[in-house]
């Protein structure tokens, strides 16, 4: 199974190893490097890549590249899942995922990897257990606490023996619509709960609309059979953190989109400028007010520069990667947020024939965009009362929209 | 390298800023050249009695192991410190003996005797940490150490240290394979371990030692289906890949006779069905269709592994749910593949390294199956932000996925990917419209024509691309396409890619006939370039000249030879023969004539149009989701997955001794007891009778056929419950701490079982109910009906308990079964539901169990051992019986306080000699108590219970379910319900309050006429609510 890991950082340095089996030298990381220099952006490397002795699966997330290195035959994705597991793991010792971070709790990390791993099969893999065989840095413990209850805007309130929040989070939901009509949509959701309770609480949380539901996975505490049959959530949480459910609502039930973006995108043949005007504006929110929004456009090649003006926050457009970028904020729908200007294009040049897509990211609060409502939570098996809650959140998948 | 181990000294003196009088960082700084003394200080810190200093000294020295920093030199200071009383630094030590020991060899036998201590702790943690990094020390000269070790722990009390012991086996396996004999005897006894802690490790061991030594599969092979569900996500996907290779060397391909399944779907689908109902125990299905052999009847034992993989697709793991999607696409009918179509696009929203390995087995998968895939076609379209070689995979897949219907919106998709500035991706697109218009005739004139806009492109690299595809398409149908070939001959001025210049060449030279004024122009402007051109462009000259002298030779003639005589001096060998062989050919010279005369038919013989094929064409004889599938590429120790066999083996190879017993107990009983055990036999084996169909259960099974699977699934899940859960049990106490989460897992499972079992079987009772009431209706009934608010109210008024004794007997539920006879070794247990309070306390719900004594001997001591239930229910137990002669049979009372919750009551039933673990259900009608009031209490309690209490439900009654006292009677089956007498004649009220809390439990039904009907259940319990109206609408509108 899997031999030994490496991580690597963006700038080809290895900052950490782990062998679980005899050593392999790292000069096997030659052909990882190799790869990535050949696939010019890191998201392209290959994550397989075959060596004359090993074959190296590798995940990149937070900016390093987790390369595990493994001899005989094996399901890629067993591999790349526990890669994965070991990032969530590390998120949730240490708040965030980063190679500084890494290197500061380098003894915990490196006894954490130990304990995920015998001989390459995996040991013990959920957090919970593993922080009851190695403490967690606690004073960065806390810290991380309040900064991701910010994060989410988790209710989240330290009781005496137990904290009880329930997070339903419903983001990801994509799009690209062309020409005023949507092309695909769907919304993806997850709910992710945070559970502090003692003893062995059991919980059922029923959903006013379950049949909205189209596909799901389940954290493996939650009882399958009582869903087929009930369509009821019935589990014995694990401590903390956890993602309980993710769900997909087809496209059929799909409700409104809740954002829109007007654009006037135009090259002109003859001149050397072109005109630039993006306006976004709300649509269906029942009431709440669309966040978050950051529009970023990748502007072809031919794009010099553009002077624009925005009617609310602030925009950069980075001339070397010809990216555009523009932090909206809030929508206000009374003054709906526009962005207006020139593209300066190549002298001579022909009009670029690609047009740019236009990527929206937003974040709605208290607000479902599936229509999905959880009904009750309700606990069995310990007498005291938890302190129950929920938060609704819509936040935009790969919202995109081509020109 | 001297400068290295200084920098790592200082971060690691900076990682612990607490202890800055031992941190040495400006001592390590400076006398970092002299290498033997670098880590005094270390040895010094280890050397100390202080356990702070030397966990300071140990952080230290693994922070260095961690960066790759050389730290070996350290290794006896660090030894002896292995049985260091302090845990934490213990657990350090035992990380660098596990990474140095290989290197010094002598020095790590010094550890030795310290794990062997640890080996017999009393704390099972320590054992299986001591086994742990004894095992993992790869010093060859412990092997009969590890051996001893692993063998005792193989027979441990505690399954983690069994696991732990199966996480051995591969390791001392790869020190020295001459153990392998040895090792596999440890591997047959832990594959016969129950607990589901072990089943995963040990089927990897199994899986790097001997995967050939499939036979060791076969007594486990149910155990590990049954087992599956609640084994830890890693286990399972070797646990599925491992039952993948095994069903295809037992079980007959499922789609040997495909065209009979496709037929005749439906039979095929029950007569499946049919057998599995048997359970795992029954070979007869088996045994009956082998010689039969046609049609074909899967193996219950492959039904089995189907089913229980099948809830495995929801997963949040994806590497399960690919493993499962692997088993159903080699293993299942082609009708049920399907299902995991749904699954696998749920991945695409994963990671993009999930993304990538997914789409490459679903386009191995589109290229068979298109059809599971269609319906998510949208899933499959690109965005912008996708990485190129996910795009890549994605066109892939949606090329495979292009049919004659849905090509229209493929090649609108195609378009906007033209304009992309993904330059490779564009490319990509071009070659996938090419295949798209080979294998869809219809489109091959519009896809022609797109490439040939595209040709005017300003991006070079897609007018290459489009003119190589545009060449493939061409050869199909060259006759119709002369414009479009004298488009391509222009573009030789302006083309600069070497392929996109070869191939229009090559398009002149072969259909040279089709545009007889431009060939030789054309060759005309290549001769003159022709020493500035690429090689493969002054092969395709030299072709196209050699072509056009054969058929227009008089005006070719002069430019044919200057070309070979280019190319004779050329610098590239290749160009030097093809033109000296070309020469040869085509000019007739006086000796080699006899060739020449077929120059023609060589250089100009008609050509087969290429095939457009995907590159994932071939490649599901690897299996899928392998590594070796991913790079097309055997990979070290991949497992071939074997063909079917022509023949199946021995189904019987995989009986367990008990199943065998239940099928001819099951017989006998039926014959035995045909009438009085009406239910209970139907819950056992529903659909076997219905195949015998003896005239009495024909009219049942009409009614039951929806309730079949269900029912027939239970029985082969019944007799399996009683073993796991206690397997179940044992493991978890042992194991509590550190496995609490699968814990709750299983708790989870083996309750649903039960709930499952013990649900369905009472379905069947329901309807078998009915129809009996049907046939003599409860006289009584009738009277209720038309007195309405008459006299039947009076007798009401004295209380609960009389209408509840009036009500119940006919609707308490019948029999289920709690202990089956072959499980119980002779001691066969049912329990009802009585319905009637229980007289120790008015919140427990009363439960008449019945036993009866099948064996030849007495059963002495019949009591309840110590239940271990869900917090808040609580048994109150039945006296003990002291003895049950043979063939007697007797009746006790317990009651059981479910606290308003269809958990099961799980506890041992406990004979002198054995205990067996039992749990009873409850339907959650049986969790409340009729209560009296008039039409307006209830109106007015139904007023305070609305909004979120009131669920409503709408259904339609079916015509025999019309008339008063079938829905009343109905109902009140279902649920231990009082009626409420009502004015209004099509509207019938219930009432009662649940046993525990007192919330009360209202029940309406409207029902029209014609035979709509709407059902309101107001309750406080909103989840008892829930059920109710569901059990209620399916007992009506049965």
Redesign the interface.
């Known amino acids: ?1 899997i031999h030994s890991l490496f991580l690597i950082n963006s700038s080809g340095d ?6 679980w ?3 392999v030298s ?1 000069s096997v990381c030659d052909y990882f490097f190799e790869a990535q220099e050949r696939a010019t ?1 890191a ?2 490397v ?3 890549i ?1 060596t004359p002795h090993h ?1 190296l699966l ?4 937070h900016k390093i590249f987790f390369v595990a290195v ?9 591999v ?5 597991r070991v990032v969530d793991t590390f998120q949730d010792y240490f708040g965030v995922c980063s190679e500084p971070v890494i ?2 709790n ?2 915990v ?3 954490v990897l ?1 304990e995920m791993l ?2 390459g ?6 957090s ?2 593993l922080k ?1 065989l190695i403490k967690p840095p606690t004073i960065l413990r806390t810290v991380v606490n309040t900064i991701t209850g910010m994060e989410k805007g988790e209710t989240h309130r330290e009781l005496p023996s137990w904290v009880k929040a329930l997070n339903n989070l419903l983001p ?1 939901f ?1 799009l ?1 619509p ?1 020409s005023g009509s949507t ?2 949509a ?1 919304i ?1 959701g997850v709910i992710d709960a945070c559970v502090k309770l003692t ?2 609480p ?1 919980l ?1 949380l ?1 959903f006013m609309n379950p049949r909205l539901l189209d ?12 869903w ?3 369509r ?1 959530l ?6 903390g953190n956890f ?1 309980l459910l ?1 769900y ?1 609502v087809s ?1 059929q039930n799909l409700v409104a989109i809740p954002v829109y973006v007007k654009h006037n995108i135009s090259f002109r043949d003859s001149s050397s400028l072109g005109r630039f005007e993006i306006t976004v504006g709300p649509k269906q929110t029942m009431g709440k007010t669309i966040e978050g929004v950051i529009v970023t456009s ?1 502007m ?2 031919g794009v010099l520069n553009m002077s624009l003006t925005p009617s609310q926050g602030t925009h950069t457009f980075d001339p070397v990667t010809k990216m555009l970028s523009w932090d909206v904020g809030k929508i206000n729908p009374q003054k709906l947020p526009s962005l207006k200007g020139t593209m300066s294009l190549q002298a001579g040049a ?1 009009k670029p ?3 740019p ?1 236009i ?1 929206l990211q937003f974040k709605i609060q208290q607000l479902a965009i599936s229509g999905l409502k959880v ?2 939570l ?1 606990m ?4 005291y009362k938890p302190f129950k809650g929920i938060k609704y959140m819509t936040k935009a998948g ?1 919202f ?1 929209v ?1 020109t | 390298m001297s400068a290295a181990p200084a920098y790592g000294e200082d971060k690691g003196g900076s990682a612990g800023p607490g202890e800055p009088e031992y941190g040495h960082d400006p001592a390590s700084g400076g006398i970092f050249s002299s290498d033997y003394k670098r880590h005094d200080d270390l040895k010094e810190m280890l050397d100390t009695n202080k356990d702070s200093l030397k966990l300071e000294a140990m952080k230290r020295i693994v922070a260095m192991i961690a960066r790759g920093k050389n730290a070996s030199d350290l290794f006896p200071a660090v030894v002896k410190n292995v049985a260091c009383k302090n845990i934490e630094v213990k657990k350090l030590v035992y990380v660098y003996l596990v990474r140095y020991a290989e290197e010094q060899q002598d020095l790590a036998l010094l550890s030795i005797s310290t794990f062997q201590r640890g080996l017999k702790d009393p704390n099972q943690l320590i054992r299986a940490s001591a086994l742990r990094v004894l095992s993992s020390i790869r010093v060859p000269i412990i092997v009969p150490i590890m051996m001893l070790a692993i063998k005792e722990a193989a027979s441990d009390m505690s399954p983690y240290v069994r696991k732990t012991a199966a996480h051995a086996i591969p390791k001392l396996y790869s020190l020295d394979s001459d153990q392998k004999d040895q090792l596999i005897e440890v591997i047959e006894k832990l594959l016969a371990d129950k607990t589901t802690l072990v089943a995963g490790s040990v089927v990897m061991a199994f899986e790097e030692v001997c995967p050939e030594r499939i036979d060791l599969i076969h007594k486990n092979y149910r155990k590990l289906c049954n087992l599956l569900i609640d084994v830890e996500e890693w286990g399972q996907v070797v646990i599925i890949s491992m039952l993948t290779r095994y069903a295809r060397t037992q079980f007959l391909s499922p789609t040997q006779n495909e065209s009979l399944l496709e037929e005749n779907p439906e039979k095929a689908f029950y007569g499946s069905e049919e057998d599995e109902a048997k359970g795992p125990g029954s070979e007869e299905a088996a045994t009956t269709a082998l010689p039969a052999r046609k049609p074909y009847v899967m193996d219950p034992d492959h039904r089995l592994l189907l089913r229980n993989t099948k809830p495995l697709l929801q997963s949040r793991s994806a590497a399960v749910v690919m493993a499962v999607a692997q088993l159903y696409f080699h293993l299942a009918p082609k009708a049920e593949v399907g299902v995991i179509a749904k699954a696998l696009v749920r991945l695409l929203r994963s990671h993009s390294e999930v993304q990538y390995v997914v789409l490459q087995n679903v386009a191995t998968m589109s290229i068979k199956r298109r059809g599971m895939f269609e319906p998510y076609l949208k899933s499959f379209y690109i965005r912008s932000t996708d990485p190129t070689q996910i795009k890549i995979l994605k066109l892939e897949v949606l090329t495979n996925l292009a049919s004659e219907t849905n090509i229209p919106t493929v090649l609108r998709e195609f378009q906007t990917y033209i304009r992309s500035m993904d330059k490779d991706f564009v490319a990509a697109t071009i070659q996938a419209i090419g295949r798209c218009a080979t294998n869809i005739g219809r489109v091959r004139d519009t896809c022609l024509n797109g490439l040939v806009q595209l040709l005017s492109n300003r991006d070079e690299l897609v007018v290459a691309e489009s003119v190589v595809v545009i060449k493939k398409l061409l050869q199909m149908q060259p006759a119709q396409h002369g414009e479009i070939i004298k488009h391509l001959a222009k573009l030789t001025d302006s083309i600069q890619v070497p392929m996109a210049r070869a191939s229009i060449l090559w398009l002149i030279g072969e259909y040279c006939e089709h545009v007889p004024k431009i060939a030789p122009d054309v060759l005309r402007k290549m001769a003159k370039s022709f020493t500035a051109e690429e090689d493969i462009v002054k092969l395709q000259v030299i072709n196209l000249a050699a072509k056009l002298y054969l058929t227009n030779s008089k005006q070719t003639k002069l430019l044919t030879q200057y070309v070979l005589s280019l190319a004779k001096y050329d610098q590239n060998y290749d160009i030097r023969d093809r033109a000296r062989f070309t020469r040869q050919l085509i000019v007739p010279s006086e000796q080699g004539g006899a060739l020449s005369r077929h120059a023609k038919k060589l250089f100009l013989a008609p050509k087969p149009a290429p095939v457009l094929e995907s590159s994932f064409k071939d490649r599901d004889h690897f299996q899928l989701g392998s590594l070796s599938h991913l790079l097309n590429a055997k990979a070290t120790g991949y497992q071939e997955l074997p063909d079917w066999p022509e023949e199946a083996p021995d189904p019987s190879v995989r009986n367990v001794e008990v199943p065998e017993w239940t099928k001819c107990s099951n017989r006998e009983k039926r014959k035995e007891k045909e009438k009085p055990f009406y239910s209970d036999s139907e819950g056992e084996s529903g659909p076997t009778e219905s195949a015998d169909s003896d005239p009495e259960s024909e009219s049942a099974s009409d009614s039951k056929s929806s309730s079949e699977s269900g029912s027939g699934e239970s029985s082969s899940e019944s007799d399996k419950g009683s073993h796991e859960q206690s397997e179940e049990e044992g493991g978890k106490r042992k194991m509590k701490k550190r496995k609490k989460v699968t814990e709750a897992q299983g708790d989870a499972s083996s309750s649903d079982e039960g709930s499952d079992s013990s649900s369905s079987s009472s379905e069947s009772e329901r309807t078998s109910e009915t129809e009996e009431e049907q046939v003599e209706p409860a006289s009584w009934r009738k009277k209720t009906d038309k007195a309405g608010t008459g006299s039947l109210l009076a007798h009401f008024h004295t209380g609960p308990p009389p209408p509840l004794q009036l009500l119940s007997p006919g609707s308490g539920a019948g029999r289920q079964e709690l202990l089956h006879r072959v499980a119980g070794e002779g001691l066969a247990v049912d329990y009802t539901f009585s319905r009637q309070p229980f007289s120790g306390d008015p919140h427990m719900v009363s439960v008449h169990i019945h036993f009866s004594n099948s064996s030849d001997t007495p059963i002495k001591g019949l009591h309840v051992g110590t239940p271990k239930l869900p917090a808040g229910i609580s048994i109150q137990e039945f006296p003990e019986i002291e003895s049950l002669a043979p063939g007697e049979s007797t009746t006790a009372v317990m009651g059981i306080n479910f606290c308003d919750s269809t958990q099961a009551a799980n506890f041992q039933l406990c004979t002198q000699t054995r205990q067996f673990y039992v749990s009873i259900q409850p339907p959650v009608g049986e969790l409340m108590a009729p209560v009296f009031m008039s039409e307006n209490e209830f109106k007015k309690e139904q007023g305070k219970l609305t909004g979120m209490s009131e669920i409503t439900e709408k259904l339609t009654l079916p015509d025999g379910c019309r008339s008063d006292h079938i829905v009343v009677q109905k109902v009140t089956t279902v649920a231990n319900l009082g009626r409420v007498p009502c004015g209004a004649s099509d509207e019938y009220r219930f009432a009662g309050r649940t046993l525990t809390s007192g919330s009360l439990v209202l029940l309406t039904l409207d029902a029209r006429p014609t035979g709509a009907a709407q059902l309101t259940v107001n309750s406080e319990k909103m989840v008892i609510g829930t059920m109710l109206v569901k059990d209620v609408v399916q007992a009506l509108t049965q």
């Open positions: 199974m290895i900052f950490l190893e782990k062998h089996k005899s050593v790292r952006e998201e392209n290959p994550p397989v075959p074959y590798s995940v990149y997330r493994i001899q005989t035959e094996v399901p890629p994705l067993f790349i899942e526990f890669l994965h290197k500061d380098v003894v990390v490196y006894e130990e015998d001989n099969f995996p040991l013990a893999t959920e919970n257990i009851e990801a994509c690209i062309i092309i695909t769907e993806q003893g062995m059991d059922t029923s596909d799901v996975s389940f954290h493996p505490c939650v009882r399958f059979k009582r087929e049959s009930e009821i019935s589990f014995i949480p694990p401590d993602r993710s997909h496209a990748q072809p090649k022909s024939d690609e047009n897509t990527n009904n009750r309700d069995y098996g310990e007498k790969k995109q081509r």
